[in-house]
């Protein structure tokens, strides 16, 4: 029977809106990287140096913007900027679609499009942070953020599956197409939420002013700024063997977009895993835990470097999945517990910011890394780094000791 937290979350008619619209623009997200990595590499003349070029074009907008992005969702209805977000990621994938479908798709062309995308992620992110205490009360915070999770996994593992058979059988610029339609489908939804102000900044206060603010809350938490720094490299490697490593060695010697397919489609049923474990686990110590989970990150990438079996890697893919999911659950938490609901947007900005600022960088030197170092044992160097990040992040104190925020017990009750 369901608890009476998620009873309370079933009854709240803005979340179930929040939660369809989440979903939906996931599965949208879903088609996307195998569609936009096996459609650039099959392009006349496509190879893992245009690929990186093209990675690279939507993860440096989305890095730039994305400061501004958390002072946007600060100011105005957190509702209105998540439309705008899902409206240009629709326009962006659209657009790829058609050049791909119509042969004239140039690297130019294809990045501008990239970028576009990369600007409507700097709008979501903060956006979805923010709004989510502006809808869901504390003590059924983590069952909401839970929920949320598990529809984009879900909505991840079906997307994977099906982006990749449509990838296969009639090529990525159709799934491009699919992924624009579930953007502005989820568009479509967001425009029902209300335009909640309660929360948010006053637009009386000068953006910088506003900025270095959210700079005080990100900086005074130690946990905040070392997590992130340790994700900021952990992303540049896993950027590089995910986005641009990792498929060439599946065109290369697996055969191509199914085998890739299958290795992201382990780590998105991990990632259902991991979310349904957060729906009923409060750890007394969340980062903790959490940071305890990345050390899972590098493992796929190893064993694929060292040319284990196909399915070991799918395996190491599924694990990953739990604990990258389960740590996005418990660290959207933590922030939104301990950060003042009118910085949230600014202070996850900072975190996205600092979390993706070397993501480019991974993709652009992963095309010559390749050629330098061969792919195999690019692959290994950056998933022996992304491993070593966590016992990094291990050695703070707060990263080690902050304890979760316990709500009243007559909040947290629940009925079978």
């Known amino acids: 029977m369901p608890t009476s937290q998620t009873r309370e979350l079933v009854a709240n008619q803005p979340y179930l809106v929040l939660l369809a619209a989440r979903t939906i623009s996931m599965l949208g997200m879903a088609f996307s990287p195998v569609a936009l990595a096996f459609g650039v590499l099959r392009l006349p003349g496509g190879d893992a140096g245009s690929l990186s070029i093209v990675l690279a074009a939507q993860t440096l907008p989305m890095v730039v913007f994305m400061l501004v992005g958390g002072v946007v969702a600060d100011r105005y209805p957190r509702s209105v900027v998540l439309l705008t977000g899902e ?138 700024w070392v997590v992130v720094l340790q994700w900021s490299v952990m992303l540049m490697m896993l950027q590089a063997a995910h986005g641009v490593l990792g498929p060439v060695v599946a065109e290369a010697e697996l055969g191509g977009a199914a085998a890739w397919t299958a290795i992201l489609a382990g780590e998105a049923l991990g990632a259902v895993v991991g979310v349904a474990i957060a729906m009923f686990w409060k750890p007394r110590r969340p980062i903790l835990v959490a940071t305890l989970l990345t050390l899972s990150a590098g493992v796929p990438a190893v064993l694929l470097g060292f040319a284990f079996p196909l399915w070991t890697v799918i395996l190491a893919a599924f694990v990953m999945g739990i604990g990258f999911d389960l740590f996005g659950v418990l660290w959207m938490t933590t922030m939104q517990d301990e950060v003042p609901p009118e910085s949230l947007s600014r202070v996850a900005s900072y975190d996205a910011l600092g979390s993706l600022m070397l993501g480019p960088l991974g993709l652009v030197l992963a095309g010559p890394a390749t050629l330098l170092f061969g792919a195999h044992n690019a692959l290994i160097g950056s998933g022996v780094i992304a491993i070593v990040t966590a016992v990094f992040a291990l050695a703070f104190p707060e990263v080690r000791q902050l304890e979760a925020k316990r709500p009243a017990a007559a909040e947290v009750v629940e009925a079978a």
């Open 87 to 224: 409206w240009l990621a629709a326009l962006a994938w659209g657009a790829i679609g058609v050049m791909m479908l119509t042969g004239y798709a140039p690297i130019w062309l294809l990045s501008v499009a990239a970028a576009l995308a990369g600007i409507a992620g700097s709008l979501i992110y903060p956006a979805l942070n923010g709004i989510i205490p502006d809808l869901v009360p504390e003590h059924v915070r983590q069952r909401g953020n839970a929920w949320l999770a598990m529809g984009a996994s879900a909505a991840r593992l079906a997307g994977l599956v099906a982006g990749g058979a449509v990838v296969v059988w009639l090529g990525g610029g159709w799934a491009m197409i699919v992924a624009c339609a579930m953007y502005a489908i989820a568009g479509v939804l967001i425009m029902g939420l209300p335009k909640v102000t309660g929360t948010l900044a006053g637009a009386q206060e000068h953006p910088i002013r506003q900025l270095i603010d959210g700079w005080g809350e990100f900086s005074s938490r130690q946990w905040l």
